[in-house]
């Protein structure tokens, strides 16, 4: 079965999920967690990323980024590869310690921005590791209490309030309230019909008509790449282009 396209990211921001292969151990100790945070902190000049959360669990890795000049795949492949060379030669072994696909999922507005850094960050109070957030010795959750040299926490603080005091209380807050927060998972990050209307754009498409008058196979082939897109729903794309559910589901 050929692979699913991953859904481009119109604001560029990826939550990212690296695992290890056959869920084996990621990190065997503290030197392979700061070595993954050093790898982090050198590609982020390289590839000029914006980092704004992470946490490092003994078989996983959560990372919430924005890709720039380099897209997110290369970005990922940069710092897994490093890593990997690192750790192979450390434990003196040899072959693949991440599961070969990544799993990714767009990052398209604000609010589903801080659900996501919540998930991301309360991933050891779930896992019994801590019982507050920042209190995780692997993950950004102290950054954002301090000033942070890798993590980008002025766009999430400024989400809260203008104020600094006042947005760290609030994040705390929020990073530590009670959730059961659903991420990684197919219609979580609903896109707006507007967004939609908006990648139809992308493609040319600025008046929804247009798409009428296409050829019926440039139609289909235009509807199947769009729909593979997270968060774009075929009753959506129905309502949005008033083409019918039956021939959007066999495009």
Known sequence: MPRTARGK????????????????????????????????????????????????????????????AEPISMIIKRLSSSFVYWYNRKYERCGHLFQ???????????????????????????????????????????????????????YALGLFSKDRTRAVLLFEKHM?????????????????????RSIFAGYGIGDIDELKKFEASSRNELIRTIKKTDGITVRQLSRITGISKSLIDRA
């Open 176 to 196: 530590n309230e009670p959730a059961d927060d659903k991420c990684m998972e197919k219609g979580h990050n609903l896109k707006t019909d507007q967004e939609v």
């Open 9 to 68: 990211s119109m604001s560029g921001i990826y939550h990212i999920m690296l695992r290890g292969i056959y869920k084996q151990i990621i990190f065997e100790d503290d030197e392979d967690m700061r070595k993954f945070i050093e790898v982090m902190s050198k590609y982020k000049h390289i590839s000029n990323f914006e980092l704004y959360g992470y946490c490092l669990m003994d078989n996983h890795i959560h990372l919430l980024i924005k890709e720039s």
């Open 100 to 154: 070969e696909r990544y799993k990714s999922e767009a990052v398209e507005n604000e609010t589903y921005f801080l659900t996501v850094l919540r998930y991301i960050h309360q991933n050891p109070i779930k896992a019994g590791l801590s019982q507050k957030a920042e209190e995780y010795k692997w993950s950004s959750a102290s950054d954002y209490l301090r000033i942070s040299t890798m993590v980008n926490i002025s």
